[in-house]
């Protein structure tokens, strides 16, 4: 399951927590607001919940801002569409190669 991962945070450092957080995760932006947690499991998206929720207990959001994950099935990602030149959804959709020495 891959799974989208968007948020409207305010606080400029509260955001960078949140965007570090999601990239220490294997998250990979997007755009700038928004990230893409390709082929994550569950027990995986369950560890990134919490690690979220524990950056927002040191600073609480306010109340305009949001963390949206939104579940993407892989039937659904193929038919995602991208208006502009920024088409990087489908190379972050790729599986990592393992490389084994």
């Known amino acids: 399951m ?7 945070i305010e606080n400029d450092r509260l955001r960078d927590r949140a965007a570090k957080t999601l990239e220490k995760n294997g ?3 997007l755009q700038k607001s928004v ?5 994550m499991s569950k027990k995986d998206l369950v560890r ?8 927002f207990e040191r600073r609480p959001l ?4 949001s963390v949206y994950i939104v579940p993407m099935p892989n039937e659904m990602a ?7 030149l920024n088409n990087a959804f489908p190379s972050l959709l790729e ?3 393992k490389v084994l020495l």
């Open 2 to 8: 891959h799974y989208v991962i968007c948020y409207d």
């Open 27 to 29: 998250c990979r932006r």
């Open 48 to 55: 990134l919940q919490l690690m979220l929720r524990q950056v």
């Open 35 to 39: 990230f893409v947690a390709p082929h």
């Open 78 to 84: 193929a038919e995602t569409e991208c208006f502009g």
């Open 95 to 97: 599986k990592k190669l």
């Open 62 to 65: 306010k109340p305009g801002d």
